[in-house]
C-alpha cells in the first residue's frame, strides 16, 4: 500500500524539480515481462529439485547500444546473488532468455538486471563501418579511451595486460590498431572491466519455492483404515492396514494416505449413511475430530497407539512408500479445545456452541474454531503446532480438508512458517470450490490442489481444462493431484460407466497427471451410490467394512502395468509437455507426453466411452517427436506389448472398453527397417 | 525496489511472532485480478473525456459470507474518493463489475475494495432457513444483537430508527420479530451503518488518464509547409499554407500537422533526394534544426514570421481545425545550443562535434544532444519549455519524431510536466521500431502512436494486427494513428496498385481507425519512388515543390465521402468496437463497427487487390447485430448510396478497385416490410 500512496505523493504534491531528480535518476533499460511472474510477483512460482528454470525477459532501451542481461538468484540462504548470464533470443522482439538448475528443496529469490555493454558497442559499430569500407581512426581514439578509462578501474592483473594494450596501440599502425582493439581478447578483458554504470534491475524480486521430487509426481492410495481388516462389525487396526502393505506397494503407490486417525467425538454423531443419531455400535465420522481421548494430537484407540501409527509409517517407509495424514481442523464438541479454549468457538445467545452448518444443511457433530476470534493468535500457532507434532512421528505430506472454508491468510503464514524448518513437507489442498479460490490456494503455498478433474469426462472439456492446467500461468503455480473418486464422491461415470469406466478414469488420472491419486475400492470398481447422489451408499464415514481386495472384476492388474509404465517413462513423470493431437472420434482422446530431448515419446488414445467398441484415425504428431514426414518409427502398446512398424501420420486404432480401452504407445524412431536389431 | 527488499526481509529475517502479527493484520478478503491494469500498476490506462469507464475484479472470501465490493475513484485534485458499487456480474467466477462516467481531462486514481455485509449475510442465512421449514428464534436473537450494536455506532437519526426498531422487536412474537428484521427498510438502515471491520482493498492504487476527445478521434493531413504555394523553386509562406485550409476543411480534416517550421542549418545541408552537397538554391531537410536565425523556438524565414503562424493557427481554429507541430528534438550544427550550451552534446577526441550515426548510415547534417550529460536536468527544462512555448501560440498537438532515440524516462516525466498544466496537450509517437518500445511509449504517456499498418496489406495480416489492437490489452494504452504514407514512407503497395491502391489504404486507414491521417499527396495518388526502395522520388524533404491540387485522378471526393461518414457515424469514431466477419475470398476484408446500444451499425466491406474484381459472399453477423435469424434489415452503402432490403446471413457482393473498391454499409434493422416509412 506505502508504494501506491507514495507515487500518488510524488505525482500530486512533489515539485517538479524533485520530481525530475527521481526521474533523471530511474533506469534508462526497461527491463519488463519477466516471466515467470504470478500477480506482479505477489505470489512464489513453483517448481522441483532438478528442474532446470527457465527465465524470460524484454530488455530494451533507446538507441543502438548492445546490452548484457542476467538472471541474479539467490537461495533463501544465500548471502550473494548467482549471476547467469541471459541470451537475446528473439532480438525482433527484444526477448533475452537464460536458465539455472534448481538444486535444493528451499526458497529462492530472482529477477533480472542489465548494463550497456560499452565496449561491445563500440566494437559493433566500428566493425560496421569497416565492413563499410569507412575510415575509422576517429573510432580507434576513442576505443583508446576506453581502455584507459577500464585501465583506471580495474584490478592489478587485468591492469597489466591492459596497459600493455595501450602500448601496442601506441606503437601501432592504423591497420594494427584495429586488428589489436578488435581482437577477441581484449574484448574479453573488457568485458570483465567494462563501465557499467548503466546497471538496471527489475523493479521486483521474483520468489520461487523449489519441493522435493515427490511433490510432483506420486500415486497416492487412500486408505480408510477402519476398513482394512477382515472382522465385521469392528474397526481394523494399524497392524491391519500395515497386513496390506505388500500388496499396495505390489501396485505401484508411492504415498498411503490415512483419512484422519484421531479420537471421535460421541455428542451427536453420525449413524450410518450420514443418519442423525448414532447406535452405540456405530463408529461416526472421523472427520468429528476430538473426545475424551483426546484432540488432533491423539490417536483413536480402536487403531492403536501412537507407537502402531510410527510403526505402520516407518514399515511403510520399508517399502519406499509415505504415509499422509488428513489435516480436518473441525472439532466434534467433545473436544478438548472446547473446554481448555472456549475462546476460540462461538456461542450462541442461548449460551449452546455454533455448529457448522450450511443452511440448510447442519452439521450437528462438528463445531468450527473462530479464526478471528481475540485470541487467534494462540490458535494459530497451535494449529501449526499439530502439524509439527505430526512431522515429528515421520510424516511430511498433509490432505487438508476444506481448506476454501478457512482464510487465505492463516494458511499462507502457516505453511511458510512449516517451511521455514521442514522445506519436506506437503500439503495438498481439498478445496472441491470456485475457480478463484482454488487456484489462489494454490498460490499461497499448497503444493498440490484437488483439481476439476473428478467430473471432466469428454473430450472437449478435458481438452479444455488440461489445456488450461498445463498451457498457461496456472501450470507455475497449482499441481493438480488428479483424484477420480473420494469418500465423498463416487462420480456418476463411474456409477453408470461400470468397470470399463473405472478403467477409463483410471488411464487418464495416471498418464494425464503426474500426481494422481484413488481412495480405495476404486480398484474393486466398487460403485453402490446413494440414490440420485454422487455419494457411496453406506460409505465408510460412517460404518465398519470388511472388503474383498481380490474381488472378481478387479482392476488391479491395470493398475499395477500403469503404476509401472510410469516409473518406467520420465515423460509421464511431467506435466507441462502435454499435448492433444487428432483423433477421429469425439469419444476418444489421443495426447502425447515427450521429454524435450525425445528420448523419451509416450502416446496415450483412450477411449471415453465405457459401453461401444470404436476404431477410428489417429494422427501421429510427427512434427512433436522430431520426425520428418517420411520416417519411419516403431510403436509398442505398453499395455498390450503389441508391436507395430510404423511411417507417416494416419493409423487406425481399436478400442474395447472392456479389454482395452487405451493404448499407452512407447515411440521410438527406427532409421532403418531392421527387426532384428532393437532390444524392446 | 524497497517493498520487493521488505518482503524479503520480512521472510528471512523476521521472527515468527512478528511475521504472525503482519499476516494476521492483513486482509481477510482477496481482491485479485483488477481489470484494467497495465504491468502491475506501473502505467497509466487511457482513456477520453465522455468514455464510460469499467472495472472488474475477481473477490472472494473463505466462508459464505455476503461481499459488498466497490470502486473508488478520483481525479488528481479530488480531496475524497467517490464510491461506486460493483456488482457480482458472474458469482461463479466471484467476478464484480462496476463504472463510472470520465467527465474530465485529467489524471484519474482508482482501486477496488470490499467487506463483509453482516447483516445481509445474517439476512440471507435466515431466510435460507425459513425456507427449508427450519425454526430460527435463535437467529432472531443474534439479528437483535447487530440491530443493537448498530444502534452504537449510528448517526443520530438513525438512531432513533434502530431503536423503535428494537422496541417493535421486544413487542413482537416470532412471526413479527421475523418479519421485522427481514424487512427491505430495516436491510436500507443497517446497510448505512453494519459494521465494516473486515474493510479490505485492493493492494495498488492504479492509475488513469483521461485525454479530450480529440486524442482518440481525428482526421489528419500532413502539410509540407514550403510546397503549399504556386511559385516554383521557392518556398511557400504561412500565407500559401492558410489559402489550402478551406479546402482541407471541406476535404473533413480536424488537424493540420506541420513538418518542422524552424530555420534549417547550412553546415552539412542535404541536396535534393537526400545528396551530401546542397546548391545555394536547396532548401535542407527541415529536420536539420536550427541555424543563426534560431532553434527549436524561431520560425524559418522563409515560412513567414511568428506572428503568420498564429495566424495559421488563428485560421484553421476558424474551420474547425487544429494546427499540429512537428517535435523534432535533433539539431543541426548551427544550433544555437551548440554554442549557447555545448555540455549537451558528445564532442569527439579531435575536438568535433559528434554527427547522428547509424553504421554505416551517416547524417552529416545532424547533431544530437546527449540526454545523459552531466548538466542533463537544464537541457530536459529547456525541451520541456519547447513545449511550452508553442503551446503558448495555440498548439496543443504534438508530432514527436523518432522518439524511441531518445530516453524513455524523459519522455515519462516530461508528458507528465506538461499534462499537469495542459492536460489538453496531445502527443503523437513516431517510433517505427520494434513491438516492445513502440508499445512502451504508448505505456508512459504518448497519446497516440504510428503504428505498422503502414505495412499490413493482405487479410490475414491486417486481421492478426488489428485483433491485438482492438481486442487485448494493448487496447488499454495504445492509439494507433493510421497513416498509410508519410514523406519517408511510400509503401510498395501504393507504389505497384496506383489509384486503387491508395483508395483502398485510405479506407481502411479511415474506417478501422478512428484517428488516422494522410500525408499531401496521397489524395493526388503520388507514387513516384526512389528505385527499389519505399520512398518519395524528389522528396519534399530536400527540395521545394509545386503541387496541383485539383491534378486528374485524385481521390478528393472519396476521402471527402469517407470522413463525412466517419462524422455522421458514432460506431466508426469507436476502435475497441472493430470485430471481423466471415468472408469467402482470401483478398477481401469485411469488418464492423457497431454501437454497444446497436443504434449505429457500420459493416464495411473491402478489396485488398488493387488489380482484379472480386465477387464474393460475406455472412452478415446477425447475433453481432442483436437481430435474429429472420429478421430483416435495411442495408444502404453510404458511398454508392445504393439501399437493399436483406434477410438472413448470405449476401453477395460485387467491388471493383477501379469505381468501387469498398462498400460502408449502414444497417438499420426492419422489422416491416415497408418501403415508404424509413426516412433515409
Redesign the interface.
Known amino acids: 500500500?506505502?508504494?501506491?500512496?507514495e507515487?500518488?505523493a510524488k505525482?500530486?504534491g512533489a515539485s517538479?524539480v524533485s520530481?525530475?531528480?527521481a526521474?533523471?535518476s530511474?533506469?534508462?533499460i526497461?527491463i519488463?515481462?519477466v516471466h515467470p511472474e504470478i500477480?506482479?510477483?505477489?505470489f512464489a512460482v513453483k517448481r522441483t529439485v532438478g528442474d532446470t528454470f527457465f527465465v524470460r525477459s524484454?530488455v530494451?532501451k533507446?538507441?543502438?547500444d548492445i546490452l548484457k542481461v542476467s538472471i541474479l538468484w539467490k537461495r533463501?540462504d544465500d548471502a550473494d546473488w548467482h549471476v547467469v548470464p541471459m541470451k537475446a533470443t528473439n532480438p525482433?522482439?527484444?526477448i533475452y532468455e537464460g536458465h539455472f538448475l534448481l538444486e535444493s528443496n528451499t526458497?529462492y529469490?530472482y529477477t533480472v538486471e542489465a548494463w550497456v555493454d560499452v565496449w561491445e558497442s563500440w566494437r559493433a559499430?566500428v566493425r560496421?563501418?569497416l565492413?563499410?569500407g569507412?575510415e575509422v581512426s576517429?573510432e580507434l581514439?576513442?576505443g583508446r579511451?576506453l581502455v584507459e578509462e577500464a585501465l583506471d578501474q580495474a584490478n592489478n592483473s587485468d591492469k597489466a595486460s591492459l596497459a600493455e594494450v595501450l602500448e601496442q596501440f601506441r606503437r601501432g599502425l592504423y591497420v594494427e590498431q584495429c586488428n589489436l582493439l578488435l581482437a577477441d581478447d581484449v574484448q574479453t578483458l573488457m568485458g570483465r572491466g567494462t563501465n557499467r554504470s548503466s546497471l538496471c534491475?527489475y523493479?521486483?524480486?521474483l520468489?520461487l519455492f523449489v519441493d522435493r521430487a515427490g511433490a510432483s509426481c506420486a500415486a497416492w492410495y487412500e486408505m480408510f483404515h477402519r476398513s482394512q481388516g477382515i472382522k465385521a462389525g469392528q474397526s481394523a487396526t494399524f497392524a491391519d492396514c500395515e497386513r496390506r502393505l505388500p500388496e499396495i506397494h505390489a501396485l505401484g503407490f508411492d504415498v498411503i494416505y490415512l483419512v484422519p486417525v484421531h479420537p471421535i467425538g460421541r455428542t451427536h454423531r453420525k449413524g450410518p449413511n450420514n443418519t442423525l443419531f448414532a447406535r452405540p455400535q456405530d463408529p461416526g465420522s472421523p472427520y468429528a475430530i476430538g473426545a475424551i481421548e483426546g484432540g488432533h494430537t491423539a490417536i483413536n484407540p480402536d487403531l492403536g497407539t501412537l507407537d502402531d501409527f510410527r510403526h505402520f509409517v516407518h514399515t511403510a517407509s520399508m517399502y519406499g512408500m509415505e504415509v499422509a495424514l488428513d489435516f480436518a481442523i473441525q472439532c466434534s464438541p467433545d473436544h478438548p479445545w472446547v473446554k481448555e479454549s472456549p475462546q476460540w468457538f462461538q456461542f450462541?445467545?442461548?449460551g449452546?456452541i455454533k455448529y457448522a452448518?450450511?443452511?440448510?444443511k447442519k452439521y450437528q457433530d462438528i463445531v468450527n474454531v473462530d479464526f478471528?476470534n481475540p485470541d487467534?493468535?494462540s490458535l494459530?500457532?497451535e494449529l501449526m503446532n499439530i502439524i509439527f507434532f505430526w512431522v515429528a512421528q515421520g510424516v511430511k505430506i498433509f490432505r487438508v480438508d476444506n481448506p476454501?472454508?478457512?482464510?487465505?491468510?492463516?494458511w499462507?503464514?502457516m505453511i511458510?512458517?512449516v517451511r521455514r524448518k521442514h522445506p519436506e513437507v506437503v500439503f495438498l489442498s481439498e478445496a472441491f470450490t470456485?475457480?478463484?479460490?482454488m487456484q489462489?490456494l494454490a498460490k499461497i503455498g499448497f503444493s498440490q490442489s484437488y483439481s476439476y478433474f473428478t467430473w471432466r469426462n469428454f473430450k472437449w472439456e478435458l481438452i479444455e481444462y488440461l489445456t488450461e492446467l498445463t498451457q498457461t500461468d496456472v501450470t507455475e503455480y497449482m499441481r493438480p493431484n488428479f483424484f477420480p473418486n473420494t469418500p465423498d464422491i463416487l462420480p456418476e461415470f463411474l456409477q453408470k460407466g461400470g468397470r470399463p469406466a473405472f478403467m477409463i478414469r483410471f488411464i487418464l488420472a495416471a498418464t494425464l497427471s503426474p500426481v494422481y491419486g484413488i481412495y480405495n475400492g476404486f480398484e474393486l470398481c466398487e460403485n453402490e451410490a446413494v440414490a440420485d447422489k454422487e455419494e457411496y451408499l453406506h460409505s465408510e464415514k460412517y460404518t465398519y467394512k470388511v472388503w474383498d481386495w481380490e474381488r472378481p472384476g478387479n482392476i488391479k492388474s491395470l493398475i499395477t502395468a500403469v503404476n509401472r509404465v510410469r516409473r518406467e517413462n520420465a515423460a509421464l513423470r511431467e506435466f507441462k509437455n502435454l499435448r492433444f493431437h487428432t483423433v477421429h472420434d469425439e469419444n476418444v482422446l489421443f495426447y502425447s507426453k515427450i521429454t524435450v530431448d525425445y528420448s523419451n515419446m509416450i502416446l496415450v488414445v483412450v477411449t471415453l466411452d465405457p459401453f461401444d467398441r470404436h476404431e477410428c484415425m489417429i494422427e501421429m504428431p510427427l512434427d512433436s517427436m522430431g520426425l520428418g514426414a517420411h520416417e519411419n518409427y516403431l510403436v509398442k502398446d505398453l499395455l498390450s506389448g503389441a508391436k507395430h512398424l510404423w511411417n507417416g501420420v494416419q493409423h487406425m486404432v481399436r478400442l474395447d472398453p472392456d479389454t482395452s480401452p487405451a493404448l499407452i504407445l512407447h515411440v521410438v524412431p527406427w532409421p532403418h527397417v531392421d527387426f532384428e536389431s532393437p532390444s524392446w
Chains 1, 2 share one sequence.
Open positions: 500500500m506505502a508504494s501506491a500512496e507515487k500518488i505525482i500530486r517538479v520530481s525530475l531528480i526521474t533523471v530511474s533506469n534508462p526497461m519488463t515481462d500477480d506482479s510477483g505477489r524484454k530494451f533507446d538507441g543502438h533463501q525482433g522482439l527484444d526458497y529469490f559499430e560496421k563501418k565492413a563499410a569507412q576517429l581514439l576513442e579511451i534491475r523493479d521486483r524480486i520468489e450462541r445467545p442461548d449452546t452448518e450450511n443452511p440448510p478471528y487467534a493468535l494459530w500457532f476454501h472454508t478457512k482464510p487465505l491468510p492463516f499462507e503464514w511458510r512458517e470456485r475457480p478463484p479460490m489462489t
